[in-house]
């Protein structure tokens, strides 16, 4: 079941028709753009209320029911700026699969898909000692996008499975 | 050939079985079991091993099993003594034969040391009791390309024919005739003639063999040999062998009066080489049934075969049985689940008694459970809505509700049956864990086991071994001593670990304990503080400090041995434990010994809960730790000094525990009314409060492990009626978590 949506790595969509483009789902969080690739995302779906978990870091927002899994949440804002999101009709929880796990993002909202070459692709500089960001785009409209590593930010449990 | 690679998994399948079964009834003669049924089986067991090892060619198989089957019928002749030395070698055999399964398993041939040294003990036994010069060696073995062990000489290679003519039941036996014609090769199979013919179609009858053999052969082993080999097919075919010493009809060996093997073996492990027979398969199935049953009432008969080799293998006090036609030695040997007495209580009453089996794809019954667990949740959205709404139609449909419902129920737990199993499957193994490690450490350990009947999900079972291996050896390493120190100490140089099983409500209790020295908490306090565990002016009660030996990384094992201590120890196993549900909890007693107990829940996918409210949120807990919801009178609390709450329930006072503070949920001003006490199985009944009691429910339990994490003090979620995500708490640790810890950002890891 955990599992199930591993596939959707390789969904359509996700090959890229230019050989190495790559791309990417973004989404806003406190009007500051983040991506994810595409292939890493499942489905993404409005928020709703979640059931919290004790013991949990503060932005572990809870866990719902995706079909019968069992898909933790988690608060993107929480997680990168401390504050919880007041959520409302109008968030939107990202589904992705990180490694072998399925887990939810709670984010403001869902902007558009960015098609990136390799070249337009940055590492952040090295002051930057965050674990969070994988890569910086700059695109077209000069924004710049932050390429979120979802499993140092939340895929944390796995690692220290058997 | 694929079926050949078939053929041979279902053997290893088998193998599994009767090494298991053999285990069982062999720690059972050590225990001074003394019924000759016993034996018997062991017998047979090792009997079974043999055939079918011989039919595949294990040789170095065959030879092993052969000699312990001869020391066991010795034993079951009672012209040997079972004393514990000999239950201990045979006990020692028995893993032998194991580890030679495996060995063959694993495309290995050739007895190990340890193997050949096993192999002179029950040499040695052999020597002792037989008077007679033609067995002082141990009989030679069937098939044997090359003797492994010495046989009477055979100057010249003997002409000898077999005739072998199947009779109907040949082929749903299980017997093929080309793979017992290639078998015979190694005896000096130099010629083969077919006889008879198949009829028209039209007149075939599917499953008769209206062919025979005649076979020639230039005798490589002896004529012993090669009637023991043929003795075997005895029980399907009329046999005739035809030497320079006359011409003998064989019968089927003593040591396979097995109860006719269950049905569904005919079906399902029955080397099938002709079409017809398979076609032919589910209506013999049922017309044999009363053939095998009727088998047992004719006469026994004596044994026949003139030559002596045969009648060596025959002790004369068991008469030989008529054939029971379904039994199949080679593949088919009798399948039974451990537990099923029944199928090995001798060919008489399991004639009658031979219980219908069938095997089953765990992979379905999975998708069976799964299936069962959403139509629960699906029932229990019916119900809830029904619940909900009144009117004139809805006062109709509740009593179907509550006929669906208890319908559920019984069909959930029909379906869980399925995947029960005693928890003997895991102890068995153990005894052979136990004696390695004796061994190995040059300890000596006696393992007494209880409660082997106690049944557990078949999830928990699987993932029961490797905890309880590690527990063993970390008692037998880190808590026997070596027999001079226990002597010095006063205890008797042989330790004594007791693994005992039991059910408690829906959970099962696991208790390994063990006479050795104990915990010893100052090296472990000290351990413990030199790495930082703990802080250097913390001071912490016993118990706390045992439960130090569950931290990850903490190993006090001096040395490093090759048997624990590699610093993964207990730890691993706790985490084992938690990831099913369970707890694993430690007591020393310095000097005097160790005990863990281990809780679990019986099965993992469905349980009995009640739910709660705190807040407004919903929680599920486990039914079985539940004793009684009680009202809370505000007076009837009071504060201890180190701000405990305790409440005065008849004659206890019961620490108080709230949900509200454990869960970091807001205080309710006017204080909570409702409470339900709880046993934590280790520290005693406590009272939870909780702010409303919402009833009853069986609820499907879903894994937080995948994506979430184990977190302390949820056992897991479920899913209610209205699609909402509920905890199922174990309110046990989260009362051992205490409230200090509660809101702090941690995770299990």
Same mark, same amino acid.
């Given at each position: 079941?955990?599992n ?7 969904a359509?969509?996700?090959p890229d ?5 790559r ?13 994810i ?8 779906i409005r ?5 919290p978990l @004790?013991? $949990?870091?503060?932005?572990a927002?809870?866990v719902l029911?995706l079909?019968?899994t ?7 804002r929480a ?6 999101t007041?959520?409302t009709?109008?968030h939107v ?9 399925t887990?939810?993002?709670?984010v403001d ?8 070459k390799?070249?337009?692709m940055?590492?952040p @500089? $090295? ?6 960001? $994988?890569?910086l785009?700059s695109t077209?409209?000069?924004?710049l996008v932050?390429?979120?590593?979802l ?7 796995s690692d220290s499975?058997? | 050939?694929d079926?050949?690679e078939?053929?041979q998994?279902l053997?290893?399948?088998?193998c599994?079985? %009767?090494?298991?079964d ?7 003669l ?8 016993t034996?018997?089986a062991?017998?047979?067991?090792v009997?079974?091993?043999k ?12 030879g092993?099993a ?14 040997l003594?079972l ?6 070698t045979?006990?020692r ?5 194991a580890?030679l ?7 290995e041939?050739g007895v190990?040391e340890r193997?050949e040294?096993?192999? +002179?003990q029950l040499?040695a ?7 007679a ?7 030679p073995i069937?098939a044997a390309?090359?003797? /492994?062990?010495e046989?009477?000489?055979?100057p010249?290679?003997?002409?000898v024919t077999v005739?072998l003519a ?5 082929l749903?036996?299980g017997f093929?005739?080309?793979?017992i !014609? ?7 199979l130099?010629?083969i003639?077919v006889e008879?013919s ?6 075939y009858?599917?499953?008769d063999c209206p ?5 020639e ?5 002896t004529?012993?040999?090669l009637?023991d080999f043929?003795a075997?097919?005895?029980y399907?075919a009329? !046999?005739?062998?035809?030497?320079p %010493?006359?011409?003998?009809k064989?019968?089927?060996?003593v040591?396979?009066i ?6 569904t073996?005919a079906?399902?492990?029955?080397? +099938?080489?002709?079409?017809a027979?398979v076609?032919a398969q ?6 044999l049934?009363?053939i095998?049953?009727?088998?047992p009432a004719?006469a026994?008969?004596p ?5 002596a080799?045969?009648a060596?293998?025959t ?13 199949a ?13 029944a ?6 009453k399991a004639?009658?008694?031979?219980p219908?089996s069938?095997?089953v794809d765990?992979?379905r019954?999975d998708r069976l459970v799964n ?6 949740i699906?029932q ?5 809505g029904?619940?909900e709404?009144d009117g004139?139609?809805?006062a ?10 208890r319908?559920t ?8 049956a ?8 895991v102890?068995a ?12 450490l040059g300890k ?7 409660g ?9 079972i699987?993932e029961l071994?490797?905890p309880?291996?590690?527990m063993?050896? %970390?008692a037998?390493d880190?808590g026997?001593?070596?027999p001079?120190?226990? +002597?010095?100490?006063?205890?008797p140089?042989q330790g004594t ?8 409500g829906?959970r099962v209790r ?5 006479d050795?020295?104990g915990?010893?908490r100052?090296a472990?306090?000290?351990k413990a503080?030199?790495?930082g ?6 001071t ?8 130090l030996i569950f931290?990850?990384g903490?190993s006090?094992?001096?040395t ?6 590699r610093g993964?120890?207990?730890?691993v196993?706790?985490?084992?434990i +938690?990831m099913?549900s369970g707890?694993c909890? /430690?007591a020393?007693?310095?000097?005097k ?7 679990l829940p ?6 009995d809960g009640?739910?709660i409210r705190?807040?407004?949120q ?10 009684e919801?009680?009202?809370v009178?505000?007076d009837?609390v009071?504060q201890?000094p180190?701000r405990?709450r305790?409440l005065?329930?008849?004659?206890d006072?019961?620490?108080v ?7 970091a949920?807001p205080d309710?001003? %006017?204080?909570?009314?409702t ?7 280790t520290s005693?009944h !406590?009272v939870?409060?909780v ?5 009853q429910?069986q609820?499907?339990l879903?894994?937080?492990?995948g994506?979430v ?16 995500v ?5 309110v046990?640790a989260?009362f ?9 950002l941690?995770?299990?890891?």
């Amino acid at each position: 079941m955990r599992n199930a949506g591993s596939d959707v790595m390789d969904a359509p969509g996700a090959p890229d028709p230019n050989a190495e483009a790559r791309q990417f789902v973004t989404f806003v969080v406190e009007e500051r753009p983040y991506g994810i690739p595409i292939g890493a995302v499942r489905e993404i779906i409005r928020w709703t209320r979640v059931t919290p978990l @004790p013991n $949990q870091p503060h932005h572990a927002r809870g866990v719902l029911n995706l079909r019968g899994t069992i898909v933790p949440v988690h608060d993107l804002r929480a997680r990168l700026s401390g504050s919880l999101t007041e959520a409302t009709d109008t968030h939107v929880i990202v589904i992705a699969n990180v490694g072998s796990q399925t887990l939810g993002i709670l984010v403001d909202a869902v902007s558009d898909i960015l098609n990136v070459k390799p070249d337009d692709m940055k590492v952040p @500089p $090295q002051a930057v000692d965050s674990p969070a960001s $994988q890569a910086l785009v700059s695109t077209e409209d000069d924004r710049l996008v932050t390429i979120l590593n979802l499993s140092a930010l939340f895929g944390s449990h796995s690692d220290s499975g058997f | 050939m694929d079926d050949e690679e078939d053929f041979q998994a279902l053997f290893f399948i088998e193998c599994e079985e %009767n090494l298991s079964d053999l285990q069982t009834r062999l720690d059972a003669l050590l225990g001074g079991d003394s019924d000759p049924e016993t034996v018997n089986a062991a017998f047979r067991a090792v009997h079974s091993v043999k055939g079918g090892a011989a039919a595949f060619g294990f040789m170095s198989l065959v030879g092993f099993a052969h000699e312990f089957e001869t020391v066991m019928d010795r034993v079951r002749s009672a012209t040997l003594d079972l004393s514990p030395e000999v239950c201990e070698t045979l006990l020692r055999a028995g893993d032998v034969m194991a580890g030679l399964v495996e060995a063959t398993r694993n495309g290995e041939e050739g007895v190990t040391e340890r193997g050949e040294k096993v192999r +002179q003990q029950l040499a040695a036994l052999l020597g002792v009791v037989e008077p007679a010069p033609a067995a002082t060696a141990p009989a030679p073995i069937a098939a044997a390309p090359e003797p /492994v062990v010495e046989h009477e000489p055979e100057p010249e290679a003997m002409c000898v024919t077999v005739r072998l003519a199947p009779r109907s039941d040949f082929l749903l036996a299980g017997f093929d005739p080309a793979r017992i !014609i290639r078998a015979a090769r190694p005896h000096g199979l130099v010629s083969i003639a077919v006889e008879g013919s198949v009829p028209p179609i039209e007149d075939y009858v599917p499953g008769d063999c209206p062919l025979a053999w005649r076979m020639e052969f230039e005798l490589e082993g002896t004529l012993a040999d090669l009637e023991d080999f043929f003795a075997t097919y005895a029980y399907g075919a009329d !046999i005739t062998v035809t030497s320079p %010493n006359g011409e003998a009809k064989l019968e089927p060996k003593v040591g396979t009066i097995d109860a006719p093997a269950p049905l569904t073996d005919a079906k399902s492990a029955a080397p +099938q080489p002709a079409p017809a027979a398979v076609a032919a398969q589910p209506d013999a199935a049922l017309t044999l049934a009363p053939i095998s049953s009727a088998a047992p009432a004719v006469a026994p008969q004596p044994v026949v075969a003139p030559p002596a080799p045969i009648a060596r293998e025959t002790p004369a006090a068991a008469p030989v049985s008529p054939p029971a036609p379904l039994d199949a030695p080679q593949v088919a040997a009798p399948r039974k689940a451990p537990a099923n007495e029944a199928v090995v209580d001798g060919a008489a009453k399991a004639a009658s008694a031979a219980p219908r089996s069938l095997r089953v794809d765990l992979d379905r019954v999975d998708r069976l459970v799964n299936l069962v667990g959403e139509v629960l949740i699906a029932q229990a959205a019916v119900a809830q809505g029904v619940g909900e709404s009144d009117g004139a139609e809805m006062a109709a449909i509740k009593p179907l509700v509550e006929t669906l419902t208890r319908q559920t129920r019984e069909l959930q737990e029909s379906v869980m049956a399925i995947r029960a199993q005693p928890v003997r499957s895991v102890f068995a193994r153990l005894p052979r864990v136990v004696r390695d490690l004796s061994d190995a450490l040059g300890k000596e350990v006696r393992l007494v086991m209880q409660g082997e009947d106690v049944e557990v999900d078949t999830t928990v079972i699987e993932e029961l071994t490797e905890p309880l291996m590690h527990m063993i050896r %970390n008692a037998m390493d880190h808590g026997v001593e070596a027999p001079d120190v226990r +002597q010095a100490a006063g205890k008797p140089r042989q330790g004594t670990l007791t693994l005992s099983a039991e059910q408690r409500g829906g959970r099962v209790r696991i208790v390994l304990s063990d006479d050795g020295k104990g915990i010893d908490r100052d090296a472990v306090l000290s351990k413990a503080r030199a790495k930082g565990l703990v802080a250097p002016d913390e001071t912490l009660d016993a118990a706390a400090i045992e439960a130090l030996i569950f931290h990850p990384g903490f190993s006090t094992a001096e040395t490093i041995s090759a048997v624990s201590g590699r610093g993964v120890g207990m730890d691993v196993v706790r985490r084992k434990i +938690q990831m099913l549900s369970g707890r694993c909890v /430690v007591a020393g007693n310095p000097g005097k010994g160790t005990t863990f107990t281990i809780t679990l829940p019986l099965t993992l996918a469905v349980m009995d809960g009640m739910a709660i409210r705190v807040d407004d949120q919903q929680f599920i807990l486990p039914l079985s730790s539940v004793v009684e919801a009680i009202t809370v009178e505000p007076d009837s609390v009071s504060q201890l000094p180190d701000r405990t709450r305790v409440l005065r329930l008849r004659d206890d006072f019961l620490p108080v525990f709230s949900l509200r503070t454990a869960l970091a949920l807001p205080d309710e001003a %006017n204080g909570a009314s409702t409470a339900i006490v709880i046993d934590t199985e280790t520290s005693g009944h !406590i009272v939870v409060l909780v702010d409303d009691l919402l009833g009853q429910r069986q609820v499907v339990l879903k894994s937080l492990e995948g994506n979430v994490g184990q977190i302390e003090g949820v056992g897991g979620a479920t899913i209610l009626g209205d699609g909402k995500v509920a905890l199922v708490l174990d309110v046990a640790a989260l009362f051992r978590l205490g409230p200090k810890s509660t809101g702090e950002l941690e995770r299990m890891h």
